[in-house]
């Protein structure tokens, strides 16, 4: 008679394959982890053309994206995106360039 081990690791099945996919905390912490996403120009002007202008004041980027503008201020007043906002009297926000940054940091760095 074989025998059982007490604690198995709980499995299950991918949908897709047939694949086992380990449900322990370190995986899920691995699985939320992102690359990020790199966008081409042309990508990121047929999303948001009609949405955002290209140089956007923090309540058209905020809603375009859908954060609070406040979220958006608090992250230029912490240092993000420098490459992206052109901070003055009257900050405006490069659209493409923030996008891009956005994607491939995954949001703000923390």
Known sequence: MAK???HAEPTR???AGTRKVSTAKSDRRALRRFDGIDLTDAEINRILD????RIAKYPEM???LGFPEDTLRKWVYKG???????RG???RILRNRFVKEF???GGARR
């Open 4 to 6: 059982r081990r007490k």
């Open 13 to 15: 099945r991918a949908s």
């Open 80 to 86: 993000e995106f420098t490459n992206a906002i052109r």
């Open 50 to 53: 009609g949405i955002c202008p």
């Open 103 to 105: 994607f491939k940091t």
């Open 62 to 64: 905020a809603a375009a």
């Open 89 to 91: 009297s009257r900050a």
